[in-house]
């Protein structure tokens, strides 16, 4: 007997498992319909080298909403997070920057550079800190739409409303983040180029886009709000790995009885009468329920798996306006000892090897970086952040050997044309790219390149293939202004619902948008669950 299902849930990373979980635990017979062989999307560990496993593409943590973790109980389903000694580590042509290990020890290395940066410090993080709260406020709650009638009114009024408490100055700074590039946000604040750069590489992580362009200070931002042990805008490893956080949600989804297939990709919605009744796998397989939540990107789900004679012709066309690709190129290397940093001797661990390890010198570098890959495909210098997890979890590696996580920016979603009109493919690019990445780091620790045992490469093509993410975007679509909060991913969509009956949106593509959070999980399980005497009517 086939058995009946009250909700689908397609794609099962950790939004979806989230989502999948809080339906189960309101009573919902639920399904996750995963399409690898592995749960946890792009939150996953794998072995990618004979004793060797690392966090394949989402590699560290600090978004994951508190919330979630304590209704999960992925502490006490043996999850652990492990602080970073300090934030980040910067090599500079003979000298280093350290970022993190509390305000005084900041601001004394700061000192070294600008004695007015560093007094300036203070009243920046503060800045930050207060809108950042704001974020972490509305992270979890769902956006108003138009045309919502006195509920979204009321919606309107309590999430706006924290805004009308700020003062005169944070509301300018809040007017700023949004609206500046990262640049000029930053120029605000400091004089040196190097401390700049400390703060500018957030604005640019899973962003393609130079520190430079208009709109880039908000993704700094993005990667404030989040926190590790009640830590607010620190960032940390998950011991075993990403993967250990959605095996950890996994868990709780199955403890709340809610069955998981794998190995079971989804080919299309099924839409009747204008309303969605269930999936077709890529088996033939048809499995039926009257919610569908989408736990992939917009762009996957309305431009892949839902027929376009299902969508209005006005939501068609702004869906196909939809921005993704973040330029992101991701490696995973085998050690066989620590990076030797010219500018701060030693392979023997010490703290800057536990922290991220930035090389982006300068605010230029960074611009250059993106403006190489517009018009070459890849940067020829790109920006790295270079994380070595092995240096808190001797799991993931033979004694004496590393695993690094190599997050680079800028690489173009689709490379340009060749010179005579040809096209180019990342599949012969890839290497090539790989090599440069490499070699940008051993630049700075000259022993870097001799030490990679073996790597794992995944181009923007790699991840789209691998993990669903158009265009390799690590965020289901560009974090811009018009694709944010109620107009994410398009205004009169941004509460979850999608323009069909029954069908909802529960990934990364929503509200509060990319990263490890869990929050477009959570939320878009209580629009379904607010509508639930509509469906229980089907």
């Known amino acids: 007997m086939t058995r009946r299902y009250d909700a689908l849930i397609i794609g099962g990373g950790h939004n979806g498992l989230v989502c999948a979980f809080y339906l189960a635990r309101a009573g919902l017979r639920v399904r996750v319909l995963e399409r690898r062989g592995v749960v946890g999307g792009a939150a996953v560990t794998e072995e990618f080298h004979p004793g060797f496993r690392n966090s394949t593409a989402s590699y560290t943590v600090s978004l994951l909403r508190p919330k979630i973790i304590a209704d999960m109980r992925l502490y006490e389903r043996g999850l652990k997070i492990v602080e970073r000694p300090i934030a980040n580590f910067l090599p500079f042509p003979g000298t280093y920057l350290k970022l993190g290990g509390g305000m005084a020890r900041t601001q004394a290395e700061f000192a070294r550079f600008s004695p007015k940066d560093a007094a300036a410090y203070p009243g920046y993080a503060n800045a930050l800190e207060k809108i950042a709260q704001l974020l972490r406020d509305l992270?979890?709650?769902?956006?108003?739409?138009?045309?919502?009638?006195?509920?979204?009114?009321?919606?309107?009024?309590?999430?706006?409303?924290?805004?009308?408490?700020?003062?005169?100055?944070?509301?300018?700074?809040?007017?700023?983040?949004?609206?500046?590039?990262?640049?000029?946000?930053?120029?605000?604040?400091?004089?040196?180029?190097?401390?700049?750069?400390?703060?500018?590489?957030?604005?640019?992580?899973?962003n393609y886009a130079g520190v430079s362009t208009p709109g880039s200070a908000y993704v700094l931002l993005h990667h404030v709000f989040g926190e590790v042990g009640g830590k607010s805008g620190a960032w940390g490893h998950a011991l075993g790995g990403m993967g250990a956080i959605t095996q950890a949600m996994a868990a709780a989804c199955l403890d709340q009885g809610v069955e998981i297939s794998l190995d079971a990709p989804v080919s299309q919605v099924l839409v009747v009468g204008g309303r969605a009744v269930g999936v077709v796998l890529e088996s033939g397989e048809q499995v039926s329920a009257p919610i569908i939540?989408?736990?992939?990107?917009?762009?996957?789900?309305?431009?892949?798996?839902?027929?376009?004679?299902?969508?209005?012709?006005?939501?068609?066309?702004?869906?196909?306006?939809?921005?993704?690709?973040?330029?992101?190129?991701?490696?995973?290397?085998?050690?066989?000892?620590?990076?030797?940093?010219?500018?701060?001797?030693?392979?023997?661990?010490?703290?800057?090897?536990?922290?991220?390890?930035?090389?982006?010198?300068?605010?230029?570098?960074?611009?250059?970086a993106f403006d190489d890959a517009?018009?070459?495909?890849?940067?020829?210098?790109?920006?790295?952040?270079?994380?070595?997890?092995?240096?808190?979890?001797?799991?993931?590696?033979?004694?004496?050997?590393?695993?690094?996580?190599?997050?680079?920016?800028?690489?173009?979603p689709e490379l340009p044309p060749h010179s005579d009109g040809s096209a180019r493919s990342?599949?012969?690019?890839?290497?090539?790219?790989?090599?440069?990445?490499?070699?940008?780091?051993?630049?700075?620790?000259?022993?870097?390149?001799?030490?990679?045992?073996?790597?794992?490469?995944?181009?923007?093509?790699?991840?789209?293939?691998?993990?669903?993410?158009?265009?390799?975007?690590?965020?289901?679509?560009?974090?811009?202004?018009?694709?944010?909060?109620?107009?994410?991913?398009?205004?009169?969509?941004?509460?979850?619902?999608a323009p069909i009956a029954g069908l909802y949106m529960c990934g990364?593509?929503?509200?509060?948008?990319?990263?490890?959070?869990?929050?477009?999980?959570?939320?878009?399980a209580r629009a379904i669950l607010a509508d639930r005497p509509l469906w229980r009517r089907v």
């Open 426 to 497: 990342w599949d012969d690019e890839r290497e090539a790219a790989a090599d440069c990445i490499v070699d940008t780091v051993t630049a700075h620790a000259p022993n870097f390149k001799a030490s990679v045992i073996a790597r794992q490469i995944h181009s923007p093509l790699d991840l789209e293939r691998k993990f669903g993410l158009i265009g390799g975007d690590i965020f289901h679509g560009r974090m811009s202004l018009d694709q944010l909060w109620a107009a994410r991913p398009v205004l009169g969509h941004g509460d979850y619902r």
């Open 508 to 524: 990364s593509g929503t509200h509060p948008g990319g990263g490890v959070t869990g929050a477009p999980g959570h939320n878009a």
């Open 374 to 412: 517009r018009a070459l495909g890849w940067s020829r210098q790109p920006v790295v952040e270079l994380t070595i997890p092995s240096t808190v979890d001797d799991s993931l590696a033979p004694p004496g050997c590393h695993v690094a996580s190599l997050f680079c920016q800028h690489f173009a």
């Open 139 to 206: 992270a979890l709650q769902i956006p108003p739409q138009p045309g919502g009638g006195l509920r979204a009114l009321a919606a309107l009024a309590r999430q706006g409303w924290p805004l009308t408490r700020l003062n005169r100055a944070s509301q300018h700074e809040l007017l700023n983040i949004f609206t500046r590039s990262a640049r000029e946000f930053l120029d605000g604040w400091f004089e040196d180029d190097r401390i700049k750069s400390a703060f500018a590489f957030d604005a640019v992580v899973g």
């Open 293 to 368: 939540a989408a736990n992939v990107g917009p762009a996957l789900l309305y431009r892949q798996l839902v027929d376009p004679g299902d969508l209005g012709a006005d939501f068609r066309r702004r869906i196909a306006q939809y921005n993704t690709g973040s330029g992101t190129f991701r490696m995973n290397v085998a050690l066989s000892e620590l990076p030797d940093f010219a500018v701060l001797p030693g392979k023997a661990q010490a703290e800057h090897h536990a922290s991220g390890i930035v090389i982006a010198p300068g605010l230029d570098y960074m611009d250059r």
